[in-house]
């Protein structure tokens, strides 16, 4: 029967049939996109990937004080990440310490977007 149509009818239906298909493979496919970008997402997961890890930072914008800087981390592969950073101790805000561009600082956790840091000590550091 299909092929006893004229040429054009039988051109417009096999693009109405792609079409169709078009759309129902796009219609299945994004929402199997969007569940394994959230589960690949590294925004949702903890920032070290193992407790005794230290996630080493640096500094790009001073940090003084109670105030915020920026921090640069430093991520295998050479991949940078710039986060916005306070210090950490309660003592070194109040004492208005200030880390300033290129100091290396470790990561010790992250609260509402913002990463808590301390100077690092890479004398100390356990091998």
């Known amino acids: 029967m299909f092929l006893t149509w004229p040429w054009w009818v039988q051109v417009l239906a096999i693009l109405a049939v792609l079409f169709v298909l078009i759309i129902l493979i796009n219609v299945l496919l994004i929402p199997f996109g969007i569940i394994v970008n959230r589960l690949t997402s590294n925004r949702e997961k903890s920032l070290a990937t193992h407790p005794d890890d230290d996630l080493i930072g640096r500094v790009t914008v001073p940090i003084e004080g109670d105030q915020k800087g920026q921090v640069s981390l430093l991520i295998?592969?050479?991949?940078?990440?710039?986060?916005?950073?306070?210090?950490?101790?309660?003592?070194?805000?109040?004492?208005?310490?200030?880390?300033?561009?290129?100091?290396?600082?470790?990561?010790?956790?992250?609260?509402?977007?913002?990463?808590?840091?301390?100077?690092?000590?890479?004398?100390?550091?356990?091998?």
């Open 76 to 127: 295998p592969g050479g991949t940078v990440n710039l986060r916005s950073a306070k210090l950490y101790r309660e003592e070194e805000r109040a004492a208005n310490l200030r880390l300033e561009k290129g100091t290396l600082v470790v990561i010790v956790e992250e609260k509402d977007g913002v990463l808590y840091v301390i100077k690092a000590d890479l004398q100390n550091k356990e091998a």
